[in-house]
């Protein structure tokens, strides 16, 4: 039996959507003399930001501390190393359930002090029938291509691939770095995000 003729194609997909959900990562950096003076200072400040995120309908189930940190800060003064204070950062995630509410947040938390937002990430809650999706244009995708090759070649393909491997994954994601933020209105836009799917073919020909 003579050793069979095959091919090997990878496929891609994509499919777009409107992000139906926001993650916010924000927080609070303080510095003061001593570590209880800087932790006062930030709890107070911290207690501020979420009591009127409160008030705007974020709830404390969706606020997740992520980081809290205490470090000593030093000057140098003519090479030498001065002792300046201790600085704490208190660093929050928010999941935002209506995309719309998002510049409010950030508004909200920089009006009672917020001093750091790290970013924003756009996001779909549930990204699996998308990724099906994507992953059946890939399969097309990767057909098509095997398709053209064995008609270039003038031979017989078997539409059926004898093996298929499936390249990538994930959750969709659509960020913003926080560096483009200003204390100011913050006019965000979610635009869309794509859902991508990769795939590898190995087809048979005669």
Request: proline content about 2%; hydrophobic content about 40%; aromatic content about 6%.
């Amino acid at each position: 039996m003579e050793d069979q003729l095959t091919l090997t194609v990878n496929g891609e997909g994509e499919v777009s959507v409107m992000p139906d959900q926001a993650e916010i990562t924000l927080g609070v950096v303080t510095e003061a003399e001593t570590v209880s003076e800087s932790q006062q200072v930030n709890n107070d400040i911290f207690t501020a930001v979420i009591s009127a995120l409160n008030e705007i309908g974020i709830e404390d189930s969706q606020i997740q501390t992520i980081t809290y940190r205490i470090e000593p800060r030093y000057d140098f003064v003519e090479g030498v190393q001065q002792f300046r204070g201790y600085e704490v950062t208190h660093m929050i995630n928010i999941k935002v359930e209506d995309i719309t509410q998002a510049g409010a947040v950030v508004d909200t938390a920089v009006a009672n002090g917020a001093n750091v937002i790290q970013s924003i990430q756009f996001t779909v809650a549930d990204s699996t029938d998308l990724y099906r999706q994507a992953l059946q244009l890939a399969l097309e995708d990767a057909k098509g291509k095997a398709m053209a090759m064995t008609e270039t070649l003038n031979v017989t393909l078997n539409e059926t691939p004898q093996k298929i491997i499936e390249r990538s994954g994930g959750a969709p994601v659509r960020m913003y770095d926080g560096a483009a933020f200003s204390t100011q209105a913050t006019p965000i836009q979610a635009g869309t995000i794509s859902v991508r799917a990769s795939v590898e073919a190995v087809f048979s020909y005669q």
